[in-house]
């Protein structure tokens, strides 16, 4: 058989497999919907690099506050001294959750994950709200910035509760991230730990439709409310394919314990065709320049912190991980080790994820509800054909 009719053969088999999975009976088929563009938003984009409402994540991360790009994400534009001043009070006001949601924390089981609890706490939060079932526009803020006041209780109580300390307030003379240190540590945060945890929110704050965005404007578009959308978006980024990996990804860098062990570890892990968690992801194939930017952090906290050999086996994984397989980290791969440097407990990592993105999930709730249409796919049938009944006596 000639070249030339091999490529013909090889073209053909190509064009029924496409056939067969793509176009079938007039239908577009993409598994886990990879590519497909399922709306539009004014939010954020990641063809570029990732860029928040027009400003580039680099940008934000080195000149600006979470509080500022969260009030950037929900109000569609950066705040100037006066409105941001404005809405540090107002979120210092919100910061209370109610007495019978903080006694529902010391309830729930000690061994339910801190994902668990908060996705508890915030659907609790919904019975105490006011404003839970109106969905306008200002409702709709004045909930996101309750939420986002609120969750960070949620967050360090039920923590302090699991490792029977009392609970610390919020003070309302430190930064959002300060705060959130301060509340889980008891301690004051030095500068460069404020730091550190506040551009750690800023690039967790939003990503376009991941799959947790994508679950809370679903839930959004069938004119449910912003509690449950959370609620649900909480449930979906608990997964380790999402923001569960930043928990497992600590797991990884204790399990290899030394920066002489990361070689063998990973050959294991490609031998076995293990997923090796913080790295790879569904839109980023160059590499995610969150991670870029954190990584930065994670070497500076090494340093104060005498985490060198971490800092070491991070590198190995990460050149051997993105030189035989291709695949770049993630922001999950250095948020890990920049938390455990920060001195939290892995428990605590995706739910520190929810303390950041409730902004960006709150800003899709409202553009979804500003311009709705019911989200609902159609699905391609593979089950058994159509059949006559069968009475019991014949089964
Ligand atoms: C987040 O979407 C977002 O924007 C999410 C996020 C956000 O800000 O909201 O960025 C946050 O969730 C980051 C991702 C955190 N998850 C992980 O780190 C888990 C490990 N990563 C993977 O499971 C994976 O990379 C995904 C889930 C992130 C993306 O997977 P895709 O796009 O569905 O790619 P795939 O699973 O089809 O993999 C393609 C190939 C496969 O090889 P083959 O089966 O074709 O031979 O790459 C391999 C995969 O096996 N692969 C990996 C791998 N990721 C992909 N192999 C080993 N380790 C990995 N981590």
């Known amino acids: 058989m000639n070249s030339n009719s091999v490529h013909q053969l090889a073209f053909i088999a190509g064009f029924k497999l496409l056939a067969e999975h793509v176009l079938m009976n007039n239908e577009a088929y993409y598994p ?65 959750v109610p007495e019978p949601v903080l006694n529902f924390l010391t309830e729930i089981p000690l061994h339910s994950s801190g994902m668990d609890s908060l996705r508890t706490g915030i659907g609790a939060l919904a019975h105490f709200d006011s404003q839970v079932d109106e969905s306008t526009k200002d409702a709709n803020l004045a909930k996101a910035v309750r939420l986002l ?22 003070n309302p003379e430190l930064s959002f991230a300060a705060n959130i240190l301060y509340m889980i540590t008891g301690k004051d945060p030095s500068a460069l730990h404020e730091k550190a945890m506040d551009v750690s929110l800023i690039l967790y704050a939003e990503h376009e439709f991941n799959a947790s965005t994508f679950t809370a404007r679903v839930i959004t578009s069938t004119m449910s409310d912003m509690h449950s959308a959370i609620t649900g978006a909480v449930g979906a980024l608990k997964g380790p394919l999402h923001g569960g990996a930043n928990e497992r990804v600590l797991e990884v860098l204790q399990e290899v314990g030394t920066a002489d062990n990361a070689e063998a570890w990973v050959r294991d892990a490609f031998a076995e ?49 993105r030189s035989e397989k291709g695949l770049p980290p993630n922001l999950d791969w250095p948020s890990a080790r920049l938390y455990y440097y920060l001195g939290l407990d892995v428990e605590l990592y995706t739910p520190l994820f929810v303390a950041s993105r409730i902004v960006g999930w709150a800003a899709h709730v409202i553009e979804q509800a500003e311009n709705n249409r019911l989200i609902r796919p159609r699905s391609r049938y593979t089950g058994m054909e159509k059949q006559p009944y069968k009475i019991m006596s014949d089964r």
């Open 32 to 96: 886990g919907l990879e590519g497909v563009i399922a709306g539009e938003t004014e939010i954020s984009t990641v063809d570029g690099g990732l860029i928040y409402r027009g400003y580039p994540i680099e940008e934000l991360a080195e000149k600006s506050t979470f509080l500022e790009v969260a009030f950037l994400l929900l109000n569609n534009k950066l705040p100037n001294q006066e409105f941001l001043a404005d809405f540090q009070s107002i979120l210092s006001e919100s910061a209370v």
């Open 149 to 170: 006041a609120q969750i960070p209780i949620l967050i360090a109580n039920r923590y302090r509760i699991t490792k029977g300390m009392k609970t610390v307030p919020p």
């Open 273 to 321: 065709k293990r997923r090796i968690m913080g790295f790879g992801h569904r839109v980023y194939k160059e590499g995610d320049p969150r991670a870029v930017i954190l990584r930065k952090y994670c070497q500076e906290l090494a340093e104060e912190t005498g985490n060198q050999e971490m800092e070491k086996i991070a590198d190995t994984i990460e050149e051997l991980v």
